[in-house]
């Protein structure tokens, strides 16, 4: 488990240790049974939460704008999304995964808060640039202001995938930097086709920050898909802005 603080913001990012049930994290419940929850009662003092918004995560790209009105419904119903924005401080936008990529967008010019699930579907997809168009929309972000962190997830060392994989990623220019072939076998990169998605949309690589992208397979203390099929604990991401400004 760690956590990146910034006066403006922080993140949670968990692991094996800490995870909880996939089911758990889908179902509606009560705000109060959340915060039983371990870790939720941890996370919730270490971000000095109020509130924290999971969805029903289904590698789509929709994903939901939390604001005042609709904050209490989001918490009790848990709609079909991939990502979650806010401008509102102290309400903790939540992801949960084995393998998937958490990445966290941080728009400091204004104070807007960002949280995207890409597996290699939401990827394939491009989630990231659908949840930045969003921003965008909704509070005018700026590509080249915005802070961007990715969490841990599978990586080029050890996810596998078969040949015709290949037709998913037909239509990017960069189809050949995110597939490496080693021994007779294809791996796919998530982070790397998130982040040239991301390059593509304007960003710079130095507004990238890949410190805490473990490899969630090879690396120990991790929920993984691919290492363990039986489980359905997933680690999570939390991300919060600590204030109104
Ligand atoms: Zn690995």
């Known amino acids: 488990m760690l956590v990146y603080k910034t006066s403006f913001f922080s993140v949670y990012f968990g692991d ?13 419940c009560r705000k109060e049974e959340l915060w039983q929850e371990k870790p939720l009662g941890a996370i919730k003092t270490q971000l000095q ?18 604001s005042d009105e609709n904050l209490s419904a989001l918490m ?6 991939d990502f979650l924005i806010t401008q509102r401080a102290q309400t903790g936008l939540g992801v949960y995964t084995a393998d ?14 960002g949280m995207c699930h890409a597996g290699w579907m939401g990827t394939v997809h491009k989630v990231i640039v659908h949840m930045l168009q969003r921003m965008q929309k909704e509070y005018g972000t700026d590509l080249e202001q915005i802070q ?7 990586q080029a060392c050890c996810y596998e995938v078969q040949e015709d994989f290949r037709g998913h990623l037909k239509d990017f220019s960069f189809q050949e930097r995110v ?18 998605q991301l390059l593509e ?16 397979i090879c690396v120990d203390g991790f929920c993984s898909n691919r290492r363990n099929r039986e489980s359905m604990n997933r680690q999570l991401t939390v991300a919060v802005l600590n204030k109104k400004i």
């Open 179 to 196: 597939l490496h072939e080693r021994s007779g076998k294809l791996y796919f990169d998530i982070p790397l086709c998130n982040k040239l």
């Open 201 to 216: 949309c304007g960003v710079k690589p130095e507004q990238c920050d890949f410190s805490y992208n473990t490899c969630t």
């Open 16 to 28: 094996a240790q800490s995870s909880l049930p996939r089911d758990f994290l889908m179902t509606p």
């Open 148 to 154: 961007i962190l990715f969490g841990p997830s599978a």
């Open 49 to 66: 939460l109020e509130d924290l918004v999971f969805l029903k995560q289904t590698h789509s790209t929709l994903g939901e704008v939390v």
């Open 76 to 81: 009790r119903y848990k709609p079909e999304g």
């Open 100 to 113: 998937c990529l958490p990445i966290v967008v941080y728009d400091k010019a204004h104070n807007v808060m």
